[in-house]
């Protein structure tokens, strides 16, 4: 296919089929905007997915793609991107399918840093099963499987990703549509595991459950948009800040007219992520939520560390795979 895309190129003949008002339809609004500005052929494109109601998105996009098994959607995509490296491989994936089902599979894809991008759509419940709690509902949060109240702690999974030492850790959020756009630009653009945490709004099961981040009269106050080599300052009127002693946070305001003390600044290109960890688990009511980049650097990826050519398979039999020298006969 020649000449510049459009949005609507990456439309479907399929029946988009999420519950009315799901955050995932601005999510699809907006990737598909960001696939037609890349300047990528749609067949170059390839879409994963695992379980849950994230997992419907390839569906929705015309490209090719995969809806695999619960949480093998990084395996599947690490096999595709070391056989096609040519390939623009994303996952699409939920906090129930990323979390739970597959999160060994996504930490394994982070670490070897395959040159993949995972959309983690976090509404923090199993929607498509309907609404039992999930590994990153927050304590408390009463579902059909915790009735009187989640007693476990949740994962946050920004932090699992920095922990696994990814290239490129981002978190955004469905209803900012400008700000999840340029985060979802920024991710296919960087060369390496990119992982971007967005969080989405279960109307049916966990509706409003990052209200206080995306209502216009609160958000101010709670959220922190994190912005390379500028101050960590957040607040209706920008006179808040989040600082550190012995990387312990804790916020600091001042009035008005007032000094304004020394704060401390983001910095997503440091080569350790001690930073950027503790502001990726800062969370309400005592610490403003931070979007944004949190990590963007450089590493070997896993196909310049992979030689692998497709041909040779063909030069293999799957009878001399099993017939190795290292075979013995047990006598009964």
Request: aromatic share 10%; proline share 6%; hydrophobic share 40%.
């Amino acid at each position: 296919m020649t000449g510049r895309l459009s949005a609507s190129d990456f439309d479907t003949d399929q029946e988009v089929r999420w519950c009315p008002t799901c955050g995932d339809y601005a999510i699809l609004a907006q990737l598909k905007q960001v696939l037609a500005g890349l300047d990528i052929p749609r067949e170059r494109f390839v879409f994963i997915s695992g379980i849950g109601c994230a997992s419907r998105l390839p569906y929705y996009l015309n490209t090719y793609g995969f809806h695999t098994l619960p949480g093998r959607a990084p395996a599947v995509a690490t096999g595709i991107k070391a056989a096609r490296p040519d390939l623009s491989v994303w996952v699409i994936t939920g906090d129930g399918d990323g979390c739970g089902h597959g999160l060994n599979h996504l930490l394994h894809t982070i670490r070897r840093n395959v040159d993949v991008k995972i959309l983690l759509f976090n509404n923090e419940v199993h929607g498509l099963s309907k609404g039992q709690f999930s590994p990153t509902s927050r304590l408390g949060t009463r579902t059909r499987t915790s009735p009187e109240g989640s007693t476990e702690r949740p994962f946050r999974p920004a932090e699992l990703a920095l922990a696994a030492g990814a290239t490129f850790v981002a978190r955004t959020v469905d209803v900012d549509g400008e700000h999840l756009s340029n985060t979802l630009r920024r991710a296919a653009l960087h060369r390496g595991t990119a992982f971007v945490e967005i969080w989405q709004n279960c109307k049916i099961f966990n509706d409003g459950v990052f209200e206080y981040a995306t209502d216009k009269t609160t958000k101010s106050d709670h959220v922190l948009y994190l912005e390379h080599d500028q101050p960590l300052i957040f607040g209706k009127d920008r006179t808040q800040a989040v600082v550190f002693h012995d990387w312990q946070p804790r916020v600091i305001s001042w009035r008005q007219g007032d000094a304004i003390p020394e704060i401390p600044r983001h910095d997503e290109r440091s080569p350790r992520p001690t930073q950027a960890q503790v502001l990726a688990g800062l969370a309400a009511p005592d610490f403003p939520e931070c979007l944004g980049v949190f990590r963007c650097i450089e590493e070997p990826m896993f196909q310049a560390t992979v030689a692998f050519d497709p041909a040779s398979v063909e030069n293999h039999r799957v009878e001399e795979l099993f017939l190795v020298e290292d075979m013995w006969d047990v006598d009964p």
